[in-house]
């Protein structure tokens, strides 16, 4: 099937208030190309130096997502075109965006990435640091970074109540924060991203409005 044919099976799964971010790592401009003249416009990327190099191949209205690790040393690189990050794991990698996004006179959304996995491979806030993050002083004073909500990876198995728990966990957590703290222009608790090939129909039973899809759209990752 072409790229075109399983991004449309991918939407024809995803309800209209889900957002749907095509993963495109690992893949080449031409095939991320076929998603975009499909009508597809939100594309993640997890590396930095790979969204750049894409983001300058592509088209201008692309909104890149950056959705792997982000090391404080590169958030200047993607400062002027990232649409938003939804790794932010740290107050100083806040800090370090919220100084960037200033100097490039805009305003950068980010969601927290929270770990909700068994396994400790992944990265992520656990639900006590996102609170302190969120109830930290100096997080209210950033005027260039708007924190959209939260993202979250399930661990990679293939039990369903496992899976299906680690996301309910997520969403009673947003909703916990969306009561706890009132919404300003930092806070604008809007989007849960959560879900990816595997298992994105049950993020959007758990609540999820933003899935990042790779492999069904583009095919299997070749690393090699
Ligand atoms: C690669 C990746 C995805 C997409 O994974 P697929 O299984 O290919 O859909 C989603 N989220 C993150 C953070 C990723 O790194």
Same mark, same amino acid.
């Given at each position: 099937?072409?790229?075109? +044919?399983?991004?449309?099976?991918?939407?024809?799964?995803?309800?209209?208030?889900?957002?749907?971010?095509?993963?495109?790592?690992?893949?080449?401009? +031409?095939?991320?190309?076929?998603?975009?003249?499909?009508?597809?416009? @939100?594309?993640?990327?997890?590396?930095?130096?790979?969204?750049?190099?894409?983001?300058?191949?592509?088209?201008?209205?692309?909104?890149?997502?950056?959705?792997?690790?982000?090391?404080?040393?590169?958030?200047?690189?993607?400062?002027?075109?990232?649409?938003?990050?939804?790794?932010?794991?740290?107050?100083?990698?806040?800090? =370090?965006? @919220?100084?960037?996004?200033?100097?490039?006179?805009?305003?950068?959304?980010?969601?927290?990435?929270?770990?909700?996995?068994? +396994?400790?491979?992944?990265?992520?806030?656990?639900?006590?640091?996102? +609170?302190?993050?969120?109830?930290?002083?100096?997080?209210?004073?950033?005027? @260039?970074?708007?924190?959209?909500?939260?993202?979250?990876?399930?661990?990679?198995?293939?039990?369903?109540?496992?899976?299906?728990?680690?996301?309910?966990?997520?969403?009673?957590?947003? =909703?916990?924060?969306?009561?706890? %703290?009132?919404?300003?222009?930092?806070?604008?608790?809007?989007?849960?991203?959560?879900?990816?090939?595997?298992? %994105? =129909?049950?993020?959007?039973? =758990?609540?999820? @409005?933003?899935?990042?899809?790779?492999?069904?759209?583009?095919?299997?990752?070749?690393?090699?």
């Amino acid at each position: 099937m072409s790229v075109a +044919e399983q991004l449309k099976q991918v939407q024809d799964r995803i309800p209209a208030h889900v957002t749907l971010v095509a993963v495109s790592k690992t893949h080449p401009v +031409e095939h991320i190309l076929k998603a975009y003249e499909a009508g597809q416009r @939100n594309f993640g990327e997890n590396k930095v130096q790979e969204l750049t190099a894409k983001a300058s191949a592509m088209p201008g209205d692309v909104r890149w997502h950056l959705i792997g690790h982000l090391q404080s040393n590169k958030v200047k690189y993607i400062a002027q075109l990232v649409h938003m990050i939804h790794s932010v794991d740290s107050l100083k990698l806040l800090k =370090e965006i @919220n100084k960037r996004a200033s100097g490039a006179e805009r305003v950068i959304d980010c969601l927290l990435q929270v770990h909700i996995a068994e +396994e400790d491979t992944k990265f992520g806030l656990d639900e006590g640091e996102v +609170e302190l993050l969120l109830a930290n002083p100096v997080f209210w004073e950033m005027n @260039n970074i708007r924190i959209k909500g939260l993202m979250g990876m399930a661990t990679f198995t293939e039990d369903q109540s496992q899976v299906k728990r680690e996301f309910a966990s997520l969403k009673a957590l947003y =909703e916990r924060l969306k009561l706890k %703290f009132e919404a300003d222009e930092r806070w604008q608790p809007e989007v849960l991203s959560m879900g990816m090939s595997g298992d %994105f =129909e049950l993020a959007i039973e =758990e609540g999820s @409005n933003m899935v990042r899809v790779g492999s069904s759209i583009f095919g299997a990752r070749d690393y090699a």
